[in-house]
């Protein structure tokens, strides 16, 4: 106990006797050294006591896929420093290789009576089922889910902040079609990924009514090496241009293409998607589509943030329009009807 009262004492900056009265509900201390001292409690992993643990915390946990990607980083910095300026501690949950799952934190948050959840990855029906019972503030951004999978009787679901990806594909593919591309491909996340699955059937769409050309559509892990394996796939195929589902994924199809010896822009074409820090500083500076992180994650702690105060918004769908930023990764085709490169022994071409 007295190893407790220290280290907290020492967080919160105030004495051990403070402390020691706001652990046992003594008068003489202000609501905001109160806060401040259960929040240190939280924070630091000690369990409240019985009569202080229906009181919610101001922690707030930002639940992330990875930070491997730049985005996430992006996203995480944002939403953290809008979150603190309204009083909130945000939590940072992110998954790693043989740490906890996304479930396993979301229990951990649960215990903790955190204030809300921001989610930048999807969430499987237990966790949806699981938040909704417990009735914690939820939002989700950039982690569009489809609710009519996971809805019971109950469950109407949580307010979503996403960027507009049949917006993204259709800036890109104009973008690529102005420049005289036919045999434009799409290498998105894997196929049970919901944004990847939009940005595939808007390109569908698009190339239907487009009716000309050749236009596959590649499924790779979000990963330099995924983009590069499937992206080898797709130039087999014979595509000059190639729009990506991430920035990592664009950089995977640049290496792909000069392990071809074919050049970039001059025989291939890449678009990416997020506009990650350094892009305008690679070789060749990436055209890539800009999301908005800044008016997203500002949304989605404001969303958050109302449903804490009791105002539980209608769960629509924010969709925030993306920006072409045009650079260096495309040009015109250099030979617009070139025929597909041969295949390579173990390489499948993509449908």
Partial sequence: MTRRLAEVAERVGVS????????????????????????????LGYERPTQLRGVRARLVGLVMPELQNPIFPALAEVVGGALVQLG???????????????????????????????????????????????????????????????????????PQVSTDDAAAVQQAYAHLTSLGHRRIGLMVGPADHTPSRRKAAAFTALTAT???????????????????????????????????????????????????????????????????????????????????????????????????SGNNPTPKELLHEPELVVRGSTAPPARPDAPALPATRGQRVPA
């Fill in 16 to 43: 051990e006797a403070t402390v020691s009265r706001v652990l046992n509900s003594k008068p003489g201390v202000s609501d905001a050294t109160r806060q401040a001292v259960l929040t240190a409690l939280d924070v």
């Fill in 88 to 158: 909130f501690t945000p939590v940072l949950c992110t998954r790693t290789a043989g740490g906890l799952t996304e479930a396993e934190y979301v229990t951990m948050l649960l215990d903790q009576q955190v204030s809300g959840v921001v989610f930048c990855g999807g969430l499987s029906a237990d966790e949806h089922a699981a938040l909704l019972e417990r009735r914690v503030p939820v939002v989700l951004l950039n982690a569009a889910v489809d609710f009519a999978a996971v809805r019971t009787d109950t469950a109407l679901g949580f």
């Fill in 210 to 308: 487009n009716g000309r050309g050749h236009h596959p559509i590649g499924h790779a892990l979000f990963s330099f090496e995924g983009g590069q394996a499937v992206a080898g796939d797709l130039i087999t195929a014979g595509v000059t241009a190639l729009i990506c589902g991430s920035d990592v994924l664009a950089l995977g199809a640049v290496r792909a293409a000069r392990r071809k010896g074919l050049t970039v822009p001059g025989d291939f074409s890449v678009v990416g998607y997020d506009d990650s820090a350094f892009m305008n500083y690679t070789d060749p500076p990436l055209t890539t589509l800009r999301q908005p992180i800044e008016a997203m994650s500002r949304a989605a702690v404001t969303l958050l943030a109302n449903q804490i």
